[in-house]
């Protein structure tokens, strides 16, 4: 896995495409999970995401093993750009520091790259995401995509628990209904 | 029903947090397994594709520039330092040919340079280790004249003397002169007639030269100076005598001589010292040509 993951991250820097969608997409949900738990919106969280990908692709030329595993390193910076977000919008930063997070992008859940879904399938789901109204598709970014709890991901809409289980199960069933019209299932 | 329903959102909710964790889709009832299912589906189906294929048509074009780049670099610093290479092999081999420089004939034991400079009659010269009289082998010509300040320059032709009228060749060594040496112009002096000296110093700070004739009891100090640099009036044999019991301060031999006299001869300050009477020192200064 490692070893898969270095073979990848130096085609990566070599401007290899499928390389950087295989790193970006398997390493998106937790960096945005780690983004939407530092910022509670998963808009700006989405935008601190790419631009994690953007800074730590672009330092790749300069990236050197030194043991510490890749993920970490995706940790650092989006934590680095949380609180520079937080500076920006004038308001002290939460309180970030890794030693909270000794695996702050822990995702257990299947790659997508080991999934059989094609790019096609991808965008027409993301597609079908983007037609919900904005608060079921919020609480399906922080609780699918960013694999938030349900108690986080309340905390982050300012909502109750039982109006999360109340949007995502909305959400969900719009969604069923939207792969069974455009002939999309498991 | 209501408590049912709040069943199901829980269920849905277990359900989801299982897929986040990894685990297969299930669930106590039939739609929540839908449900878990059409959210695994958009857990496999990761990031938004637009936002996705941005970030990699970017990345992707900046990287590969990155690349060309580094090895754009990487061969013209390589052909830089090949070319850098090939003008130095070429400038240390096919430059202007360097011209041998003339054969220098080593010099003789004391880096002298000997020349001969024909001297008109009328003239003297001053070296007096290599002054010869006529008809005398150049005795002086190996011996290393002792300097003092260790810087001698050339011996240079000396003052006219009126002498006798005969023309001389005589063979002026010299050392190589140095930058101070030409500077100063080194004094010149008279020689003893039919006498080599046994040690000449010249010091060219005082701008006097003394002279040593023989040895032990018979040894004859002769000390020249030009009469402009003393307080003693000049003209030709204008004595001032002086005759003293004290030997000089700067006798280099172990024997000192006992008398003295001071004359001034052809322009010269010239000073005798010895064991022999007055009268023979004054004739002996009367006597340097």
């Not at chain 2, 006798?251 to 006299?261: D, E, F, L, M």
Request: charged letters at 25%; hydrophobic letters at 45%; glycine letters at 6%.
């Amino acid at each position: 896995m490692v070893s898969d993951e270095q073979a990848l991250i130096a085609k990566a820097r070599d401007g290899d495409k499928a390389a950087l969608e295989a790193l970006i997409t398997g390493y998106w949900q937790p960096v945005f999970r780690l983004a939407c738990l530092k910022t509670g919106n998963s808009e700006d969280a989405q935008e601190i995401a790419q631009e994690t990908f953007l800074k730590v692709f672009r330092a790749l030329p300069g990236y050197r093993d030194t043991g510490a595993a890749f993920k970490t390193y995706l940790g650092r910076i989006t934590l680095n750009l949380v609180t520079d977000y937080w500076r920006k919008k004038g308001r002290s930063p939460q309180v970030v520091a890794l030693a909270d997070f000794p695996e702050p992008l822990a995702d257990p859940a299947p790659l997508p790259e080991d999934s059989a879904l094609s790019r096609e399938r991808r965008e027409s789901i993301g597609r079908m995401v983007a037609m919900l109204p904005a608060e079921q598709r919020q609480t399906v970014e922080l609780r699918i995509y960013a694999a938030l709890s349900l108690q986080e991901t309340a905390r982050l809409m300012g909502k109750t628990e039982a109006a999360v289980k109340m949007l995502q199960q909305r959400a969900l069933k719009n969604l069923r209904r939207l792969f069974q019209e455009h002939g999309i299932d498991r | 029903m209501q408590r049912t329903e709040e069943e199901k959102l829980a269920a849905l909710s277990a359900a989801i947090d299982a897929v986040n964790r990894g685990d297969p889709p299930g669930g106590p009832d039939r739609e929540t397994k839908e449900l878990a299912g059409v959210a695994l589906l958009l857990k496999q189906a990761g990031p938004p594709p637009a936002v996705v294929a941005g970030l990699v048509d970017t990345l992707g074009a900046e990287l590969a520039a990155k690349k060309k780049k580094r090895r754009w670099l990487w061969l013209t610093s390589g052909a830089a330092g090949t070319a850098a290479a090939a003008m130095l092999v070429f400038a240390l081999n096919a430059g202007p040919a360097a011209v041998p420089p003339p054969p220098l004939t080593p010099p003789p034991a004391g880096s002298v340079v000997i020349e001969s400079v024909p001297i008109p009659p009328a003239a003297s010269l001053a070296a007096p280790e290599t002054a010869k009289a006529d008809g005398q082998a150049p005795v002086a010509e190996n011996k290393t004249p002792v300097v003092e300040n260790k810087t001698p320059a050339a011996r240079q032709r000396a003052e006219a003397a009126p002498g006798n009228g005969q023309a001389e060749q005589r063979t002026m060594l010299a050392k190589v002169p140095d930058k101070a040496a030409v500077d100063k112009t080194p004094p010149a002096f008279l020689a003893w007639p039919g006498r080599e000296p046994d040690d000449v110093t010249v010091d060219k700070a005082a701008a006097t030269v003394r002279q040593v004739y023989g040895s032990g009891g018979q040894m004859i100090v002769v000390t020249q100076q030009a009469a402009a640099k003393t307080a003693a009036a000049p003209g030709d044999a204008k004595a001032a005598r002086a005759a003293e019991a004290a030997p000089p301060a700067a006798s280099s031999k172990a024997q000192s001589p006992t008398n003295r006299v001071t004359l001034v001869v052809k322009g010269m300050l010239v000073t005798v010292e010895g064991s022999q009477p007055a009268e023979e020192l004054e004739k002996i200064a009367r006597s340097l040509e």
